[in-house]
């Protein structure tokens, strides 16, 4: 089985399968209340794989590899306006099970905490003091450590030479301001890019 989208939608007999036990113990789970699950019209349950990965980790069970990105995806935000990490913060509450958001007012700060952290997708400002986005970008993909993470960088400013400078060291995107937190959750959880313009 390949890796699961956190929607995903799993019979009994997909859990039991996944966790190599009887669908039947899965089953249990549901009627007991413990595990969270639908039913279809046609009356059989259905189980959320995020609310399965959410079940074996308070249960301190095994997670199967294809369940792991059933989890929120780790995601740093850099921008140097305090109010817009501020509101972005409280936004991004309604996306808990899919963003887990930390919020960094200067590059270097969340320079050291990608470092120790590795977050899967950082969401940069390109203007800031101290260290620009631009610099922060370059020394992310520059280092064999953290050149995988997803870089998308946000910007106020229209010029296309930003736009273009900024794609070629790395970024996954170049958003212009105002941007929406609904904007950063479909860019960071799907693979195609929503924003980019058609050739």
Request: overall charge positive.
């Given at each position: 089985m390949d890796a699961i989208h956190p929607d995903t939608l799993l019979t009994s007999h997909e859990v039991g399968v996944l966790l190599q036990l009887n669908a039947s113990t899965v089953v249990k789970w549901v009627n007991d209340g413990i595990l969270p699950a639908y039913?279809?019209?046609?009356?059989?349950?259905?189980?959320?794989?995020?609310?399965?990965?959410?079940?074996?980790?308070?249960?301190?069970m095994f997670v199967p590899k294809q369940l792991r990105g059933a989890g929120p995806r780790k995601v740093f935000m850099v921008d140097d306006d305090k109010g817009l990490l501020t509101s972005f913060a409280r936004a991004m509450r309604n996306y808990k099970e899919r963003i887990d958001l930390q919020t960094f007012e200067s590059g270097i700060e969340a320079l050291l905490?990608?470092?120790?952290?590795?977050?899967?997708?950082?969401?940069?400002?390109?203007?800031?003091?101290n260290l620009d986005g631009?610099?922060?970008?370059?020394?992310?993909?520059?280092?064999?450590?953290?050149?995988?993470i997803e870089v998308i960088?946000?910007?106020?400013?229209?010029?296309?030479?930003?736009?273009?400078?900024?794609?070629?060291?790395?970024?996954?995107?170049?958003l212009k301001k105002p941007v929406t937190p609904a904007d950063i959750v479909e860019l960071v959880t799907t693979d195609k890019n929503p924003f980019a313009r058609a050739e």
């Open positions: 039913r279809t019209a046609g009356g059989h349950r259905r189980i959320r794989s995020a609310d399965l990965l959410t079940f074996l980790k308070e249960q301190g905490r990608i470092g120790a952290e590795r977050p899967d997708s950082l969401i940069l400002d390109v203007n800031m003091p631009q610099e922060v970008l370059k020394r992310i993909k520059e280092n064999e450590a953290t050149k995988a960088v946000v910007t106020g400013n229209t010029d296309a030479d930003v736009e273009k400078k900024m794609l070629a060291l790395g970024a996954r995107a170049v």
